[in-house]
């Protein structure tokens, strides 16, 4: 079955990099495009980036532009998202999910990763 | 860039009918998708493409669209859809995707 499986749990100090990979499983990887979400604790989901694995092309959120680098290796069907210069606003659960589009005016994820929990603190 | 604004609570009786809603300017382009997602879960996608159900989501969820408005209706709600539903789309202003605010649903 279609599967998307992130790697595990980070600890990070304010000021570092993290790299959460996102590896895919059961469907040809070049055909959907992979976005990724975030959650801090007891707030709401929001979008952070999306991904084509064929070629490699890039959108980014206002927010994570010039701070969130997306990138895949089709060799292994993994997508990575590196965050840098961390601040503890970005304690988080990351999320990685496939893409599905029709005709242009309708876009939905199916399915999600269970979410890598990412913790920022000195 | 666009917005998409959804009440923050809604409570439903047991086996009663409710709707949650979201709106933006964006949902005057683009349809909508919704996902549940219980505490301590990833997100579940409930309904895409306006109103199609997902493999194994009940029949009791179901998806519409107006104007700058989509909802998202439960009809019977049961215990087990208590849970925080998300709306998604693209953004009509930029070149991104927004989620909206997030719904937590209460059944009584």
């Known amino acids: 079955q279609v599967q998307l499986v992130q790697s595990g749990a980070e600890v990070k100090k304010p000021g570092a990099s993290v790299k959460v990979s996102c590896r895919a499983s059961?469907?040809?990887?070049?055909?959907?495009?992979i976005h990724w979400v975030r959650q801090a604790p007891g707030q709401g989901l929001e979008w952070v980036g999306i991904?084509?694995?064929?070629?490699?092309?890039?959108i980014y959120g206002q927010r994570f532009q010039g701070r969130v680098m997306l990138t895949a290796d089709t060799s292994t069907s993994t997508v990575y998202m590196e965050v840098s210069s961390l601040r503890s606003e970005d304690t988080a659960v990351y999320y990685c999910?496939?893409?599905?589009?029709?005709?242009?005016?309708?876009?939905?994820?199916?399915?999600w990763g269970l979410g890598t929990l990412v913790t920022v603190s000195s | 860039s666009s917005e998409l604004t959804q009440d923050p609570a809604v409570s439903v009786a047991l086996g009663q009918t409710v709707r949650i809603t979201c709106q933006g300017d964006?949902?005057?382009?683009?349809?909508a998708s919704w996902y549940q997602q219980k505490p301590g879960q990833a997100p579940l996608l409930v309904i895409y493409?306006?109103?199609s159900r997902p493999s194994g989501i009940p029949d009791r969820f179901s998806g519409s669209s107006s104007g700058n408005t989509a909802s998202l209706t439960i009809t019977g709600a049961q215990a087990g859809d208590e849970a925080d539903y998300y709306c998604?789309?693209?953004?009509?202003?930029?070149?991104?995707?927004?989620f909206g605010g997030g719904t937590k649903l209460t059944v009584l």
């Open positions: 964006s949902l005057r382009m683009y349809y």
């Open positions: 998604f789309c693209r953004d009509s202003s930029v070149n991104q995707w927004v």
């Open positions: 493409d306006k109103n």
């Open positions: 999910a496939r893409d599905h589009s029709r005709d242009g005016v309708t876009w939905w994820f199916d399915p």
């Open positions: 059961g469907y040809s990887f070049i055909r959907n495009w």
């Open positions: 991904i084509n694995p064929d070629g490699g092309i890039t």
